[in-house]
């Protein structure tokens, strides 16, 4: 088996993996990277451009994996598109609000090179999208040559899968982002058992050891118990969410609290795509019944839009929980701008619920949280930081211990690294080797052809 990693980053960047089995070509993920503009952003797709893909896999719908995909679709028109049946609802959805963020981006900033794709291109990525159950092999041939795919339930987000492949008798396993416990909306990853030839292994967590101490029961409990206490002293409270999986996560993270009498009612602010998804969650759980989540709590919570009438450093307009994207407070989306307007009077607060890149906003002002003030670079404003900043570990992603001991169960004789850091990826390079000694472990450079 061949593999090239397209991120030309080697990070977390833009997921996509190109790998030949037999003589099936096929790529997994076509994401953008979400620390880069315009074609930067875009896997290296030069590295296939004379490869007519047999499939296209697409383990969920997060940009950093589903970003791209109208333009390699674009060039290989002909091509199946397998995913799990939310994500062939989602994935659209998620391109179209792309489309109209690089459009405004164009204007703002002026990046010609947006918008990456057309909403016609979307519209050929929906022709293409194969909708496949979960844990049901279906067989592609091509000459005499048969290979079966196998979507398994990754956790992570609604819809998001593991992909195996099987072909000759070998066994091929994409493990995509994975998160073992369940979570309020879905349940936890069931990845396939047993011995696997080769593993591709996502490694988002490998830089940081798992704190047996907290679990996912505790940390809720602690937010919760933050939240109450920011809005006991009269503040607000700002939650930075992506806006698929995590902001509906939060809803019933909060809506059950309230019901249990564990927070007063409030105001609870939400704006953008997260409140569109919602809609969507609704449909997928009557569909597929993949997830909970019941859209009448929003309107038991009287969930309401966000007053756009913000000003930098003047509290905000409107008092109680603000629930919107983006996750790292990344400029220009309503989190940063809340936040900016938050910051400097000391009632309020901020809760950080997933992980920050560092060279995000939200990063950096965890980074400088006590150093007293921060800049709002396109706000060009200074805040003094006075409102309390917390993080709570309710990341999406499998710890590095319970990912390690699913690729020592499987004896996987090659397992190959993929979407971490560098620091992360050393960390599995170190502890795969001693734990499979056996086995070849790929920490692979970008564009560079592998045998495995
Ligand atoms: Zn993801
Ligand atoms: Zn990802």
Redesign the pocket.
């Known amino acids: 088996m061949k593999l090239i990693d397209l991120n030309p980053n080697g990070a977390i960047g833009a997921s996509a993996t190109y790998v030949q089995i037999g003589a099936f070509h096929i790529l997994v993920d076509s994401g953008l990277n979400p620390k880069e503009l315009g074609l930067a952003a875009t896997p290296d797709f030069g590295l296939i451009e004379d490869i007519d893909l047999d499939l296209i896999v697409l383990t ?1 719908c ?1 940009l ?2 589903l970003g791209s995909l109208p333009i390699i679709a674009a060039h290989n028109p002909d091509t199946p598109i397998i995913t799990s049946a939310p994500n062939v609802e989602l994935a659209p959805r998620m391109l179209r609000n792309s489309i109209n963020v690089m459009k405004r981006q164009r204007e703002e900033h002026g990046i010609t090179d947006y918008p990456l794709f057309l909403h016609r291109d979307v519209i050929q990525v929906s022709k293409q999208l194969v909708m496949q159950r979960f844990e049901r092999g279906e067989i592609y041939r091509k000459g005499d040559e048969t290979i079966e795919v196998i979507l398994h339930p990754a956790g ?2 609604v819809g ?1 899968a593991a992909v195996e492949f099987i072909h000759n008798n070998r066994r091929i396993v994409f493990s995509g ?1 994975v998160l073992f416990e369940a979570q309020r909306t879905l349940p936890g990853a069931h990845l396939p058992t047993g011995k696997i030839d080769t593993l591709i292994l996502e490694t988002t967590r490998g830089a940081k050891a798992r704190k047996p101490e907290l679990t996912r029961a505790s940390e809720v409990d602690r937010l919760v118990t933050q939240i109450n206490d920011i809005l006991e002293r009269g503040g607000s409270c700002l939650i930075p969410v992506f806006a698929l999986g995590r902001m509906q996560e939060l809803f019933k993270i909060i809506f059950e609290a309230r019901s249990f009498g564990r927070l007063p009612k409030c105001p609870i602010h939400a704006a953008g795509l997260g409140m569109d998804i919602c809609n969507y969650f609704e449909k997928i759980r009557k569909r597929t019944q993949l997830i909970d989540f019941d859209i009448s709590m929003l309107e038991k919570m009287k969930v309401r839009s966000v007053d756009q009438n913000m000003r930098p450093g003047r509290d905000l307009p409107r008092k109680g929980i603000y629930l919107v994207s983006s996750g790292m407070m990344v400029e220009h989306t309503p989190s940063y701008k809340v936040a900016a307007s938050l910051l400097p009077h000391p009632q309020n607060g901020i809760c950080f619920v997933g992980y920050c890149d560092p060279d995000t906003p939200g990063g950096k002002l965890l980074e400088e949280r006590d150093s007293g003030s921060f800049f709002f670079d396109v706000l060009d404003y200074s805040a003094p930081i006075r409102a309390s900043i917390d993080q709570f570990d309710l990341s ?1 992603h499998a710890h590095r211990e319970e990912l390690s001991d699913y690729a020592t169960q499987s004896e996987a004789r090659s397992v190959v690294l993929n979407h971490g850091d560098p620091e992360a990826r050393e960390w599995f390079l170190r502890d795969l080797t001693e734990r499979l000694p056996q086995s070849k472990i790929v920490n692979p450079t970008s564009g560079i052809e592998y045998t495995v």
Do not use: F, I, T, Y
């Open positions: 969920h997060h950093d994996h992570h987000v998001a982002d999406g």
